[in-house]
Protein backbone atom coordinates (compact mmCIF):
# COMPACT_ATOMS: atom_id res chain seq x y z
CA UNK A 1 0.00 0.00 0.00
CA UNK A 2 3.25 2.53 1.06
CA UNK A 3 4.88 1.65 -2.22
CA UNK A 4 1.45 2.37 -4.49
CA UNK A 5 0.58 5.52 -2.72
CA UNK A 6 4.76 6.84 -3.26
CA UNK A 7 4.27 5.54 -6.91
CA UNK A 8 1.45 7.14 -7.82
CA UNK A 9 2.26 11.10 -7.44
CA UNK A 10 5.38 10.18 -8.82
CA UNK A 11 3.96 8.50 -12.12
CA UNK A 12 1.61 12.07 -12.55
CA UNK A 13 4.22 13.73 -12.19
CA UNK A 14 6.22 12.45 -14.91
CA UNK A 15 2.93 12.63 -17.01
CA UNK A 16 2.52 16.18 -15.98
CA UNK A 17 6.45 16.90 -17.24
CA UNK A 18 5.21 14.68 -20.60
CA UNK A 19 2.01 16.83 -21.51
CA UNK A 20 3.61 20.37 -20.01
CA UNK A 21 5.89 19.74 -23.26
CA UNK A 22 3.40 18.72 -25.41
CA UNK A 23 1.19 22.11 -24.41
CA UNK A 24 4.26 24.00 -24.83
CA UNK A 25 5.11 22.41 -28.56
CA UNK A 26 1.18 22.90 -29.35
CA UNK A 27 1.33 26.70 -28.34
CA UNK A 28 4.26 27.64 -29.88
CA UNK A 29 2.36 30.00 -31.94
CA UNK A 30 0.48 31.67 -29.57
CA UNK A 31 -1.87 34.30 -30.05
CA UNK A 32 -0.37 37.88 -28.68
CA UNK A 33 -1.89 39.20 -25.39
CA UNK A 34 -5.88 40.64 -26.26
CA UNK A 35 -8.08 42.37 -24.25
CA UNK A 36 -10.14 39.89 -22.87
CA UNK A 37 -10.47 38.57 -18.93
CA UNK A 38 -10.45 35.05 -18.73
CA UNK A 39 -12.06 32.82 -15.92
CA UNK A 40 -10.62 29.49 -15.29
CA UNK A 41 -12.71 26.77 -13.18
CA UNK A 42 -13.08 22.95 -14.27
CA UNK A 43 -14.02 21.69 -10.94
CA UNK A 44 -16.97 19.80 -9.71
CA UNK A 45 -20.64 20.54 -9.47
CA UNK A 46 -20.77 20.99 -5.89
CA UNK A 47 -17.75 23.24 -5.76
CA UNK A 48 -19.19 25.56 -8.68
CA UNK A 49 -22.57 25.83 -6.35
CA UNK A 50 -20.41 27.37 -3.71
CA UNK A 51 -18.87 29.62 -5.67
CA UNK A 52 -21.75 30.98 -7.38
CA UNK A 53 -23.03 33.91 -5.61
CA UNK A 54 -19.51 34.94 -5.22
CA UNK A 55 -18.89 34.15 -9.40
CA UNK A 56 -21.92 36.43 -9.70
CA UNK A 57 -20.69 39.21 -7.85
CA UNK A 58 -17.12 39.06 -9.84
CA UNK A 59 -18.98 38.58 -13.43
CA UNK A 60 -20.41 41.75 -12.43
CA UNK A 61 -17.62 44.00 -11.62
CA UNK A 62 -15.65 42.81 -14.57
CA UNK A 63 -18.81 43.76 -16.92
CA UNK A 64 -19.09 46.96 -15.46
CA UNK A 65 -15.41 47.68 -16.84
CA UNK A 66 -16.83 46.75 -20.01
CA UNK A 67 -14.45 43.59 -20.30
CA UNK A 68 -15.27 40.72 -22.57
CA UNK A 69 -15.48 37.70 -19.96
CA UNK A 70 -14.99 33.77 -21.23
CA UNK A 71 -15.71 31.53 -18.49
CA UNK A 72 -13.42 28.33 -18.97
CA UNK A 73 -15.52 25.72 -16.82
CA UNK A 74 -16.29 22.14 -16.53
CA UNK A 75 -18.84 20.61 -19.61
CA UNK A 76 -20.83 18.66 -16.52
CA UNK A 77 -22.30 21.71 -15.44
CA UNK A 78 -21.42 24.30 -18.42
CA UNK A 79 -25.29 24.60 -19.04
CA UNK A 80 -26.25 25.52 -16.18
CA UNK A 81 -23.82 28.05 -15.75
CA UNK A 82 -24.41 30.15 -19.09
CA UNK A 83 -28.17 30.21 -17.52
CA UNK A 84 -26.52 31.95 -14.32
CA UNK A 85 -23.26 33.88 -15.42
CA UNK A 86 -23.35 36.82 -17.83
CA UNK A 87 -20.45 35.52 -19.87
CA UNK A 88 -19.27 33.57 -22.95
CA UNK A 89 -19.05 29.71 -21.74
CA UNK A 90 -15.89 27.53 -23.02
CA UNK A 91 -17.01 23.98 -21.90
CA UNK A 92 -14.15 21.54 -21.22
CA UNK A 93 -14.42 17.59 -21.01
CA UNK A 94 -12.12 16.92 -18.18
CA UNK A 95 -11.80 13.12 -18.64
CA UNK A 96 -11.26 13.99 -22.83
CA UNK A 97 -8.75 16.35 -21.73
CA UNK A 98 -7.01 14.49 -19.46
CA UNK A 99 -6.68 11.43 -21.82
CA UNK A 100 -7.02 12.76 -25.43
CA UNK A 101 -4.05 14.01 -26.87
CA UNK A 102 -6.21 14.93 -29.77
CA UNK A 103 -8.97 17.09 -27.73
CA UNK A 104 -6.39 18.36 -25.35
CA UNK A 105 -4.53 19.39 -29.10
CA UNK A 106 -8.11 21.15 -29.90
CA UNK A 107 -8.69 22.77 -26.94
CA UNK A 108 -5.47 24.26 -26.18
CA UNK A 109 -5.49 25.55 -29.80
CA UNK A 110 -8.95 27.63 -29.38
CA UNK A 111 -8.07 28.55 -25.88
CA UNK A 112 -4.61 30.41 -27.21
CA UNK A 113 -6.86 32.52 -29.83
CA UNK A 114 -9.21 34.03 -26.91
CA UNK A 115 -6.29 36.55 -26.46
CA UNK A 116 -6.28 36.83 -22.65
CA UNK A 117 -4.90 39.79 -21.09
CA UNK A 118 -5.75 38.37 -17.43
CA UNK A 119 -6.47 34.95 -16.65
CA UNK A 120 -8.30 34.71 -12.67
CA UNK A 121 -8.20 30.98 -11.17
CA UNK A 122 -10.31 31.17 -8.41
CA UNK A 123 -9.68 27.41 -7.27
CA UNK A 124 -7.26 26.30 -3.78
CA UNK A 125 -6.79 22.93 -4.88
CA UNK A 126 -5.54 23.33 -8.37
CA UNK A 127 -4.50 20.41 -10.53
CA UNK A 128 -1.26 20.76 -12.86
CA UNK A 129 -2.89 18.46 -15.61
CA UNK A 130 -5.94 20.16 -16.49
CA UNK A 131 -6.54 23.65 -14.39
CA UNK A 132 -2.91 25.11 -14.84
CA UNK A 133 -2.40 23.63 -18.01
CA UNK A 134 -5.53 25.47 -19.28
CA UNK A 135 -4.62 28.66 -17.43
CA UNK A 136 -0.84 28.30 -19.19
CA UNK A 137 -2.67 27.95 -22.58
CA UNK A 138 -4.57 31.29 -22.29
CA UNK A 139 -1.41 33.36 -21.57
CA UNK A 140 -2.13 36.50 -20.48
CA UNK A 141 -1.74 37.97 -16.60
CA UNK A 142 -2.06 34.77 -14.66
CA UNK A 143 -3.51 34.88 -10.80
CA UNK A 144 -3.97 31.53 -8.85
CA UNK A 145 -3.53 30.40 -5.35
CA UNK A 146 -0.58 28.25 -3.65
CA UNK A 147 -0.04 26.09 -0.91
CA UNK A 148 -2.58 23.71 -1.24
CA UNK A 149 -1.31 20.52 -2.59
CA UNK A 150 -5.09 18.37 -1.92
CA UNK A 151 -4.96 17.95 -5.59
CA UNK A 152 -1.40 17.27 -6.93
CA UNK A 153 2.02 16.70 -5.35
CA UNK A 154 4.41 19.89 -3.87
CA UNK A 155 6.28 18.75 -7.63
CA UNK A 156 3.16 19.47 -9.30
CA UNK A 157 2.14 22.30 -7.93
CA UNK A 158 6.10 23.61 -8.74
CA UNK A 159 5.51 22.80 -12.24
CA UNK A 160 2.13 24.49 -12.89
CA UNK A 161 3.22 27.37 -10.52
CA UNK A 162 5.18 28.29 -13.78
CA UNK A 163 1.67 29.33 -15.54
CA UNK A 164 0.98 31.94 -13.31
CA UNK A 165 2.23 36.21 -12.59
CA UNK A 166 1.13 36.27 -9.23
CA UNK A 167 0.06 33.24 -6.70
CA UNK A 168 -2.12 34.02 -3.38
CA UNK A 169 -0.59 32.17 -0.15
CA UNK A 170 -3.63 29.94 1.27
CA UNK A 171 -1.85 30.37 4.85
CA UNK A 172 -3.22 28.11 7.61
CA UNK A 173 -5.22 26.98 9.70
CA UNK A 174 -7.70 25.32 6.43
CA UNK A 175 -11.13 27.59 6.59
CA UNK A 176 -13.98 27.16 4.87
CA UNK A 177 -14.02 27.45 0.95
CA UNK A 178 -16.19 29.97 0.93
CA UNK A 179 -13.65 31.85 2.88
CA UNK A 180 -10.76 31.32 0.44
CA UNK A 181 -13.53 32.81 -2.51
CA UNK A 182 -13.49 35.99 0.10
CA UNK A 183 -9.95 35.70 0.07
CA UNK A 184 -9.40 35.84 -3.93
CA UNK A 185 -12.32 38.56 -5.16
CA UNK A 186 -10.89 40.63 -2.00
CA UNK A 187 -7.11 39.70 -3.54
CA UNK A 188 -7.99 40.94 -7.11
CA UNK A 189 -10.51 43.80 -6.32
CA UNK A 190 -8.29 45.69 -3.52
CA UNK A 191 -11.24 45.84 -1.32
CA UNK A 192 -13.23 43.64 0.82
CA UNK A 193 -15.69 41.48 -0.40
CA UNK A 194 -18.30 38.92 1.30
CA UNK A 195 -21.15 38.66 -1.40
CA UNK A 196 -22.84 36.30 0.82
CA UNK A 197 -26.57 37.45 -0.50
CA UNK A 198 -29.73 35.51 -2.48
CA UNK A 199 -29.31 35.13 -6.14
CA UNK A 200 -31.82 34.14 -8.92
CA UNK A 201 -33.02 30.79 -8.51
CA UNK A 202 -36.88 29.21 -8.87
CA UNK A 203 -39.75 30.09 -6.82
CA UNK A 204 -40.42 27.53 -4.59
CA UNK A 205 -43.26 26.40 -5.90
CA UNK A 206 -45.50 23.82 -4.46
CA UNK A 207 -47.14 21.82 -7.16
CA UNK A 208 -48.72 18.18 -6.90
CA UNK A 209 -47.96 15.76 -3.83
CA UNK A 210 -45.68 16.68 -1.18
CA UNK A 211 -42.29 14.94 -1.17
CA UNK A 212 -38.74 15.06 0.15
CA UNK A 213 -35.81 14.36 -1.59
CA UNK A 214 -32.63 11.87 -1.08
CA UNK A 215 -29.26 11.60 -3.24
CA UNK A 216 -27.55 8.39 -2.17
CA UNK A 217 -24.72 9.24 -4.05
CA UNK A 218 -21.08 10.92 -3.72
CA UNK A 219 -17.68 12.27 -6.01
CA UNK A 220 -16.36 8.92 -4.58
CA UNK A 221 -17.64 5.35 -3.20
CA UNK A 222 -15.74 6.05 0.25
CA UNK A 223 -17.98 8.69 0.74
CA UNK A 224 -21.07 6.89 0.36
CA UNK A 225 -23.17 6.06 3.41
CA UNK A 226 -24.20 2.26 2.92
CA UNK A 227 -27.33 1.59 1.39
CA UNK A 228 -29.17 -0.14 3.73
CA UNK A 229 -28.55 2.44 6.13
CA UNK A 230 -30.61 4.77 3.89
CA UNK A 231 -33.21 1.87 3.92
CA UNK A 232 -33.28 2.06 7.45
CA UNK A 233 -33.89 5.54 7.59
CA UNK A 234 -36.50 5.30 4.48
CA UNK A 235 -38.51 3.24 6.87
CA UNK A 236 -38.14 5.62 9.77
CA UNK A 237 -39.15 8.72 7.58
CA UNK A 238 -41.92 7.47 6.15
CA UNK A 239 -43.34 6.77 9.54
CA UNK A 240 -42.66 10.00 10.57
CA UNK A 241 -44.47 11.70 7.60
CA UNK A 242 -46.53 8.77 5.75
CA UNK A 243 -48.10 11.45 2.95
CA UNK A 244 -44.44 12.38 1.72
CA UNK A 245 -43.78 10.84 -1.33
CA UNK A 246 -39.83 10.16 -2.39
CA UNK A 247 -37.51 11.48 -4.88
CA UNK A 248 -34.31 9.96 -5.89
CA UNK A 249 -31.74 12.51 -7.66
CA UNK A 250 -28.39 11.44 -8.30
CA UNK A 251 -26.10 11.10 -11.82
CA UNK A 252 -26.97 8.94 -14.57
CA UNK A 253 -24.09 6.00 -12.94
CA UNK A 254 -26.01 6.18 -10.01
CA UNK A 255 -29.03 5.31 -11.40
CA UNK A 256 -28.83 1.48 -10.60
CA UNK A 257 -27.80 3.04 -6.76
CA UNK A 258 -31.25 5.22 -6.58
CA UNK A 259 -33.05 1.23 -8.41
CA UNK A 260 -31.92 -0.72 -5.44
CA UNK A 261 -33.68 2.08 -2.53
CA UNK A 262 -36.38 2.68 -4.72
CA UNK A 263 -36.68 -1.68 -4.92
CA UNK A 264 -36.44 -1.72 -1.24
CA UNK A 265 -38.66 1.00 -0.25
CA UNK A 266 -42.18 0.47 0.92
CA UNK A 267 -43.59 4.24 0.10
CA UNK A 268 -44.44 5.98 -3.15
CA UNK A 269 -40.60 6.54 -4.73
CA UNK A 270 -39.90 8.34 -7.97
CA UNK A 271 -36.27 7.67 -9.67
CA UNK A 272 -34.91 10.43 -11.02
CA UNK A 273 -31.11 9.77 -11.36
CA UNK A 274 -29.82 10.56 -14.68
CA UNK A 275 -33.07 12.23 -16.03
CA UNK A 276 -32.94 15.48 -14.66
CA UNK A 277 -30.52 18.22 -15.86
CA UNK A 278 -28.96 20.27 -13.32
CA UNK A 279 -31.50 23.24 -13.41
CA UNK A 280 -33.96 20.83 -13.20
CA UNK A 281 -32.35 18.88 -9.72
CA UNK A 282 -32.12 22.86 -8.83
CA UNK A 283 -35.85 22.96 -9.36
CA UNK A 284 -36.99 19.65 -7.84
CA UNK A 285 -35.09 20.16 -4.66
CA UNK A 286 -36.71 24.18 -4.74
CA UNK A 287 -39.44 22.57 -4.09
CA UNK A 288 -38.48 19.51 -1.79
CA UNK A 289 -40.11 19.67 2.17
CA UNK A 290 -36.41 18.68 3.21
CA UNK A 291 -33.58 17.13 1.42
CA UNK A 292 -30.95 14.01 2.55
CA UNK A 293 -27.76 13.29 0.91
CA UNK A 294 -23.69 12.58 1.81
CA UNK A 295 -21.76 15.36 1.40
CA UNK A 296 -22.00 15.96 -1.94
CA UNK A 297 -23.69 19.19 -4.58
CA UNK A 298 -26.95 18.36 -3.59
CA UNK A 299 -26.51 19.33 0.17
CA UNK A 300 -25.37 22.57 -1.34
CA UNK A 301 -28.06 23.15 -3.11
CA UNK A 302 -30.58 22.81 -0.91
CA UNK A 303 -28.59 24.82 1.24
CA UNK A 304 -28.47 27.73 -1.38
CA UNK A 305 -32.01 26.81 -2.01
CA UNK A 306 -33.01 27.64 1.96
CA UNK A 307 -34.54 24.27 1.82
CA UNK A 308 -34.08 22.34 5.28
CA UNK A 309 -31.22 19.66 4.68
CA UNK A 310 -29.36 16.68 6.63
CA UNK A 311 -25.74 15.96 5.09
CA UNK A 312 -24.18 12.66 5.61
CA UNK A 313 -20.76 13.93 6.27
CA UNK A 314 -17.02 11.66 6.39
CA UNK A 315 -13.72 13.17 7.89
CA UNK A 316 -11.82 13.26 4.59
CA UNK A 317 -12.50 17.45 4.26
CA UNK A 318 -14.58 17.93 7.13
CA UNK A 319 -14.69 21.42 8.07
CA UNK A 320 -13.40 23.07 4.28
CA UNK A 321 -16.89 22.18 2.16
CA UNK A 322 -18.91 21.10 5.45
CA UNK A 323 -20.58 21.69 8.10
CA UNK A 324 -21.27 25.45 7.68
CA UNK A 325 -20.66 28.36 9.81
CA UNK A 326 -23.97 30.38 10.48
CA UNK A 327 -21.74 33.49 11.26
CA UNK A 328 -20.70 33.36 7.67
CA UNK A 329 -23.44 31.70 5.38
CA UNK A 330 -26.10 34.11 6.54
CA UNK A 331 -28.16 33.98 3.71
CA UNK A 332 -27.68 30.19 3.10
CA UNK A 333 -29.73 27.63 5.44
CA UNK A 334 -26.81 25.62 6.46
CA UNK A 335 -27.20 22.09 6.47
CA UNK A 336 -27.79 20.09 10.04
CA UNK A 337 -24.74 18.05 9.39
CA UNK A 338 -24.48 13.93 11.11
CA UNK A 339 -20.94 12.63 11.11
CA UNK A 340 -18.83 10.48 13.76
CA UNK A 341 -15.92 12.12 14.41
CA UNK A 342 -12.41 9.83 14.18
CA UNK A 343 -8.63 10.95 15.32
CA UNK A 344 -7.95 10.78 11.44
CA UNK A 345 -10.45 13.43 10.40
CA UNK A 346 -8.37 15.83 7.74
CA UNK A 347 -7.55 13.40 5.58
CA UNK A 348 -7.86 14.29 2.48
CA UNK A 349 -9.96 10.95 2.06
CA UNK A 350 -6.37 8.90 1.94
CA UNK A 351 -7.62 6.18 4.47
CA UNK A 352 -5.44 4.43 6.07
CA UNK A 353 -8.31 2.13 7.07
CA UNK A 354 -9.88 -0.76 5.07
CA UNK A 355 -13.21 0.25 3.72
CA UNK A 356 -16.61 -1.07 4.83
CA UNK A 357 -17.97 -3.66 2.94
CA UNK A 358 -20.40 -1.32 1.58
CA UNK A 359 -17.43 0.54 0.54
CA UNK A 360 -18.13 3.38 2.68
CA UNK A 361 -14.70 5.00 4.41
CA UNK A 362 -15.03 3.95 8.72
CA UNK A 363 -15.83 7.49 9.29
CA UNK A 364 -18.78 7.40 7.20
CA UNK A 365 -19.92 3.66 8.02
CA UNK A 366 -20.39 3.92 11.51
CA UNK A 367 -22.79 6.97 11.36
CA UNK A 368 -25.65 5.53 12.62
CA UNK A 369 -29.30 6.09 11.40
CA UNK A 370 -30.69 7.37 14.68
CA UNK A 371 -28.10 10.08 14.42
CA UNK A 372 -29.20 11.33 11.10
CA UNK A 373 -33.03 10.99 11.90
CA UNK A 374 -31.63 13.21 14.84
CA UNK A 375 -30.39 15.83 12.98
CA UNK A 376 -33.08 15.93 10.44
CA UNK A 377 -35.02 16.66 13.37
CA UNK A 378 -32.68 19.15 14.50
CA UNK A 379 -33.02 21.21 11.33
CA UNK A 380 -36.79 20.36 10.90
CA UNK A 381 -37.93 22.14 14.43
CA UNK A 382 -35.80 25.35 13.72
CA UNK A 383 -37.61 26.07 10.21
CA UNK A 384 -40.15 28.48 9.66
CA UNK A 385 -42.92 26.37 8.06
CA UNK A 386 -44.92 29.89 7.26
CA UNK A 387 -45.74 30.52 3.66
Known amino acids: MKLQKTLKPGLRFIASILLHVFDSAVLLNRNARGRSAVIVRTDAIGDFILWLPYAKKFCGELRSRNERIVFVCNSVWADFARSELPVEIFPVERSRFRSNLSYRFRILRSLARIGADRVYHPVLSRDSIVGDSIVHACGGYAYGFSGNAGNQSRAEEWLGNRSYSALLPAGAPLR ?29 KKTGAAYWVLVPGAGKKERRWPLDSFSRLIEKISRDFPDLRLKLLGSAPERNLCQKLLDASKIETENLAGQTSLAQMFEIIASASFFIGNESSGGHMAALLQVPSVCIVGGGHFGRFMPYTPERHVTRKPPAVASSEMACYGCNWQCRFSPDPSGSAPCVARITVEEVHSALGRTLSITDTTP
Do not use: D, N, Q, V
Open 176 to 204: HETAYHEMFLTWILKTAWAPEEKISFPAR
